[in-house]
């Protein structure tokens, strides 16, 4: 089982930034493309970030413009630089490792945007 540690949720006013912080093994890390996903109460999980182990990223564009994906190989760490916070950004924010076929997920951490 892959271990993925999270942190840097919480609580934050519309127009706030937070960055979260997802930490795997150096082994996870370095095959791995590292992504973001958000579940809000009632919806589904989606994604809102995910970068390559070559640099490459992707957002939603719900996020595009105000979120920044990065991954610190000297730390095996992939970070989420969330600005211009939003009501409907409040959600559990998931870290995710995947390499085809495998995947796996952090354990969540809450963000929440408050007007």
């Known amino acids: 089982q892959v271990q993925l540690v999270e942190s840097g949720g919480g609580f934050v006013q519309a127009g706030g930034s937070l960055r979260l912080s997802c930490s795997a093994s150096a082994r996870i890390f370095s095959i791995s493309t590292m992504g973001w996903y958000r579940q809000a109460p009632g919806k589904q999980r989606e994604l809102v970030a995910e970068i390559t182990t070559r640099g490459s990223t992707t957002y939603a564009d719900s996020v595009k413009g105000r979120c920044t994906i990065s991954r610190d190989s000297a730390k095996n760490t992939v970070y989420l630089q969330m600005t211009s916070l939003r009501l409907e950004d409040t959600a559990v924010y998931y870290c995710?490792?995947?390499?085809?076929?495998?995947?796996?997920w952090g354990q969540g951490t809450q963000v929440t945007v408050s007007s």
């Open positions: 995710k490792a995947s390499r085809f076929p495998a995947y796996s």
